[in-house]
């Protein structure tokens, strides 16, 4: 049975930074593209981000710069660094793994809250 468990939800100020963590069964994470979503009150999910599994990522235009997607091969983790975050950026985040990249995710994670807020 696949698994993506996510961690590392919480609330912080804006311009404060925070890391989610996915961690995804072994049977899936080398060869899947992994990405992050988000879905804010009253919006569609949106990707956020992904890596394939040669490193390639992609970042929604939202968050370049500030967002950094990254794979732990030995922990069969996937990361999303959060920093400089907006009250935008608010929303439940769902780690995703895809075939390819811009196949529909077959696999969801559970989804962690994300607060930004003073």
């Known amino acids: 049975q696949v698994q993506l468990v996510e961690s590392g939800e919480g609330l912080v100020q804006p311009g404060g930074s925070l890391t989610l963590s996915c961690a995804v069964s072994?049977?899936?994470?080398?060869?899947?593209?992994m990405g992050w979503y988000r879905q804010a009150p009253g919006k569609q999910r949106e990707l956020v981000a992904r890596?394939?599994?040669?490193?390639?990522?992609n970042y929604a235009d939202p968050v370049k710069g500030r967002f950094a997607v990254s794979r732990d091969y030995a922990r069969n983790t996937v990361h999303l660094q959060m920093n400089s975050l907006k009250p935008e950026d608010t929303a439940i985040y769902y780690c995703?793994?895809?075939?390819?990249?811009?196949?529909?995710?077959?696999?969801w994670g559970q989804g962690t809250q994300v607060t930004v807020s003073s």
């Open positions: 995703s793994a895809a075939l390819w990249v811009g196949a529909s995710p077959q696999y």
């Open positions: 072994r049977s899936i994470f080398s060869t899947y593209v």
């Open positions: 890596i394939t599994s040669s490193g390639t990522t």
